[in-house]
């Protein structure tokens, strides 16, 4: 019996038959053979079955193929359909191509398309049920307990309704027009915000930010916070979040790192699911859009994130038509089934101009926010552009992480909001972070330095001491205590100006690369190793030289001095050679007691 081949059994077939699922092999060759000669069978049939509905792959291949087609404005061809699956490099799944040349010679009408549109729905109805009580008897063979299989039956059950009131005819076409008692009597403003105050339930936001700023890292403690129903941002716990995370970004490796430094672990992961570099076709594209709908549907998730979004394009990015295919692909079907999504992105070259690429890519939103470390840990998040203006513009965040040797410490990061008792001044605060305005104002004030101080000679004291800060940061601390009320009036820090002739500076002392504003280095988990923090700050003794550079110390006065008082002497008084007031004669006894009579 070695020479003889065995006949494969279908995954859905596990009764012992050999035969192959419910399906209807004659109707598809007949619709995917109208709809790539007109875009009326296309939308007609749209109407009656989706892409999961036709059983061979080729078939369903060739279906998203003419959707991306029409939705960019052209007319559906077999030859173009080909064209396009050879740049997508799929030619091998239609048999190089001759399955389209093959289909296309047994082209049907459009009006008749329909019809077999509807033999299709029904042979993919069945085919469900097939698989349904599969999987039953799956259950039962491992012993399954009644309320498993009930809870099988009822989301099978649930599915159908679903696809039933939304996927078949006119009704889910129907469905999107508003009622308007319902609509009136809905008061969206005081609908909630969903964790963090930084969206709304079925919004769209883009969160932008540089390569050092950690976007990742804040969205993944994020996502994992409102899976597993945990507070955030000062934010009280809410219900916990199906959420479907789309990573292709970050390394598994480094995935597992920051979770576990959150306190995350395999039995606390909620209701989140992360899909790793997943398989899916770009998602400015039919059949990416297509993918990712499914992977929602299997899912349940009620919350997407795109981290990057664009690393799941196809398109340049300078290109409006890029994101427009996005939207129409991807997020407008998200958006129409009421499923909030996030997608991050990187700075352009100008970071005043927000994220990287067209402009276009805002137009779709209804919020950014940008996303900055403003140095020792601080973050700051500013929402750039909002379609409804609800919830709060900016935030001040403090990222907080620990280490346990090499390792980061279990449970020990995370992003917490700048409050009150962390204001600068206290020892929580801002001014504990070396990098930040705080840190240099606290700085120059411990090292005594005048309040009137200028740029330059704060770079040089900060040079001397060894602690970072960016010109921007310098300028902004010269400009706050310059504006403090009662300035010292004498001077402890020996000069307020001054040159040095080896031309430091605060970004470039020793274990800084020049040109940078921050300390590099490792600030949470997942990036590189960061640099020893800052030295502790010498006490400098007063100084006797004078105000400022060349300027003298104090001259001595040109009015004669009382020799008894130390006051001043009338000049005619003295000019007439007395070295001391008529009161303060000691001849006469009538001056005043001096400190020597009360020893």
């Not at 409102?226 to 934010?235: C, R, S, V, Y």
């Not at 209701?271 to 398989?279: I, N, T």
């Not at 279990?410 to 008792?421: F, N, Q």
């Not at 009338?570 to 005043?592: F, I, K, V």
Request: with cysteine; aromatic share 6%; hydrophobic share 35%.
């Amino acid at each position: 019996m070695d020479n003889v081949r065995h006949m494969t059994r279908e995954p859905a077939d596990q009764d012992g038959l050999n035969r192959t699922a419910p399906h209807d092999a004659e109707a598809e060759e007949y619709v995917i053979s109208a709809v790539m000669h007109t875009s009326k069978a296309y939308s007609d049939c749209a109407l009656i079955i989706q892409r999961e509905d036709l059983y061979k792959p080729a078939h369903q291949l060739i279906w998203d193929t003419v959707a991306g087609l029409i939705a960019t404005g052209s007319q559906p061809h077999p030859a173009l359909v080909r064209a396009e699956i050879e740049k997508q490099g799929q030619l091998h799944r239609v048999d190089g191509g001759a399955l389209i040349y093959k289909l296309s010679y047994t082209a049907i009408g459009p009006e008749m398309a329909p019809a077999f549109a509807e033999r299709i729905a029904e042979t993919a109805r069945q085919r469900r049920y097939d698989e349904h009580s599969t999987a039953l008897k799956a259950a039962i063979d491992r012993k399954a307990d009644g309320e498993e299989l009930a809870e099988l039956v009822a989301n099978f059950q649930q599915a159908e309704q679903l696809r039933e009131n939304t996927g078949r005819g006119p009704s889910h076409l129907v469905a999107s027009l508003l009622n308007w008692g319902t609509f009136f009597a809905t008061d969206f403003g005081a609908i909630q915000l969903l964790l963090g105050k930084l969206m709304g339930p079925g919004q769209q936001i883009t969160l932008v930010g540089d390569g050092k700023a950690g976007k990742s890292l804040f969205a993944q403690e994020w996502m994992w916070r409102m899976a597993t129903g945990q507070p955030f941002l000062g934010d009280t716990p809410q219900a916990p979040l199906p959420i479907l995370y789309l990573d292709a970004e970050n390394g598994q490796e480094q995935v597992q790192e920051r979770f576990l430094s959150f306190g995350a672990g395999p039995r606390n992961m909620g209701e989140l699911r992360y899909a790793s570099f997943p398989p899916i076709r770009p998602l400015d594209t039919a059949g990416g859009g297509a993918d990712l709908i499914a992977l929602v549907k299997a899912t349940g998730a009620q919350l997407v994130v795109i981290d990057t979004v664009s690393r799941f394009i196809a398109g340049p990015e300078n290109d409006a038509d890029t994101w427009l295919n996005l939207y129409r692909h991807t997020l407008l079907p998200l958006k129409r089934d009421r499923i909030s999504s996030v997608r991050l992105d990187h700075f352009g070259k100008d970071k005043e101009r927000g994220g990287r690429g067209s402009s276009a890519k805002t137009q779709d939103v209804d919020h950014v926010w940008e996303l900055s470390a403003q140095g020792g840990g601080v973050l700051s998040l500013k929402r750039t552009h909002t379609r409804t203006g609800i919830g709060p513009d900016q935030f001040t965040l403090l990222r907080q992480a620990q280490r346990d040797g090499d390792n980061w410490a279990l449970g020990g990061t995370r992003h917490v909001l700048m409050t009150y008792e962390n204001e600068p001044g206290n020892d929580t605060g801002l001014a504990a972070f070396p990098g930040t305005v705080e840190h240099i104002i606290a700085t120059l004030d411990r090292a005594g330095v005048p309040n009137d101080a200028g740029n330059r000679a704060v770079r040089q004291k900060l040079a001397d001491l060894q602690v970072p800060g960016g010109n921007d940061k310098i300028a902004e601390a010269v400009r706050r205590r310059k504006a403090r009320p009662n300035p010292p009036t004498f001077d402890v820090s020996g000069e307020r100006s001054g040159d040095r002739s080896d031309g430091r500076f605060p970004e470039t002392f020793p274990g800084t690369p020049p040109g940078t504003d921050e300390t590099p280095g490792q600030t949470f988990p997942g990036t590189l190793a960061e640099t020893s923090g800052t030295p502790t700050v010498p006490t400098v003794p007063p100084s006797k030289r004078g105000n400022g550079e060349g300027t003298p110390g104090p001259a001595a006065p040109q009015t004669p001095l009382c020799t008894v008082c130390q006051t001043p002497i009338p000049d005619d008084w003295a000019s007439r050679g007395y070295d001391t007031h008529l009161g303060c004669d000691p001849s006469t006894g009538s001056h005043p007691p001096q400190p020597d009579d009360a020893a």
